[in-house]
């Protein structure tokens, strides 16, 4: 499967967990894809407010691809959050694979997430989650609920995880069982056996 594909079905899964007008938060790797393709799947229902990517010339790949859609689509993409439409935002800024405290325009952007007052649905892990141990670094997003990609991460259920994670979701993305087998996992066939997501 292609990373696009996958990144494709993220965004959807997501979008599926916003109802009523909703923001878009995005940082620069793929996880700010993921957002990406969430924002293009709300504006396509009418419920995006707004969208904004913290460094956009940074994205690659997939990501890259993704934000391309969307301005393609007719959305302006901001360089600074836009959260006063909104009832719901989306943090899609930082994946798993963060290993040290937030720092300047990041640190700000989860500020502002965390002082909104809106409903807070977190891309994976809340950004500022170290995805393994669930130690949160200094900000962390505190979501109300996280959609997580594929599998659960191990650091949504130790330490600060249960506390900033809010409601856990678990999405299928399209990840093939083989894939998963190929590097030792086994993952029951019947965990999405009926709905593409489950609550952990």
């Known amino acids: 499967m292609s990373v696009d594909s996958l990144m494709s079905a993220a965004g959807l899964c997501v979008s599926r967990f916003c109802h009523g007008p909703t923001a878009v938060v995005c940082g620069a790797g793929n996880n700010g894809g993921d957002g990406l393709e969430c924002a293009r799947r709300l504006h396509e229902s009418g419920t995006l407010t707004s969208v904004c990517c913290i460094d956009p010339d940074r994205l690659r790949g997939p990501a890259a691809h993704a934000l391309a859609a969307l301005i393609g689509a007719g959305v302006d993409v901001l360089s600074e959050p836009r959260l006063d439409a ?115």
Do not use: H, M
């Not at 909104?86 to 798993?96: L, M, T, W």
């Open 86 to 200: 909104a009832e719901i935002v989306v943090d899609a800024i930082f994946g798993v694979g963060l290993s040290r405290p937030p720092q300047g325009r990041y640190e700000e952007w989860i500020e502002t997430i965390n002082a909104s007052g809106k409903r807070v649905v977190a891309v994976d892990v809340p950004s500022g989650l170290d995805g393994d141990t669930g130690v949160a670094y200094s900000p962390c997003v505190r979501a109300d609920l996280t959609v997580t990609l594929g599998l659960p991460k191990q650091g949504l259920l130790l330490a600060d995880g249960p506390r900033l994670a809010g409601e856990i979701w678990v999405a299928d993305i399209g990840v093939p069982q083989a894939a998963y087998e190929l590097i030792g996992i086994e993952v029951p066939v019947e965990l999405f056996g009926q709905a593409s997501t489950v609550r952990l």
